[in-house]
């Protein structure tokens, strides 16, 4: 069942930058894709670590601890040593908010 929530202003979530954010208790990062927003997990599936702190390489998202890639838009795994994908997050933008459906 959808769940939707506001996480952000997407005035906040520059392009090229990932943003931490919380949305309803659940903390996604968001990741600004030349223009598209797209949230995901905000946790590595390696050792959990927030890929928050990490950075946004073209439309990957590098995990700042130990370097592996997800892709930022469906959170599938590119590149080792993380071997499982991140939870990605459907997200609308209304009225320059974005709603990310954490149900
Ligand atoms: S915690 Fe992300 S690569 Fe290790």
Redesign the pocket.
């Known amino acids: 069942m959808p769940n939707w929530v506001r996480a952000a202003r997407a005035a906040d979530c520059a392009v090229g930058r990932l943003t931490a954010a919380n949305a309803g208790g659940a903390a996604i990062v968001l990741a600004n894709v030349d223009g598209r927003i797209c949230a995901l997990e905000d946790r ?1 599936s ?4 927030p ?1 928050s702190d990490g950075e946004l390489d073209g439309g990957d998202v590098v ?6 890639r997800f892709d930022a838009c469906s959170g599938a795994r590119k590149a080792l ?2 071997v499982l994908p991140v939870r990605s997050y459907p997200i609308e933008v209304r009225d320059g908010d974005i709603y990310v459906d954490v149900g």
């Open positions: 590595c390696h050792e959990e670590y890929l995990c700042a601890y130990h370097g592996a040593p993380a």
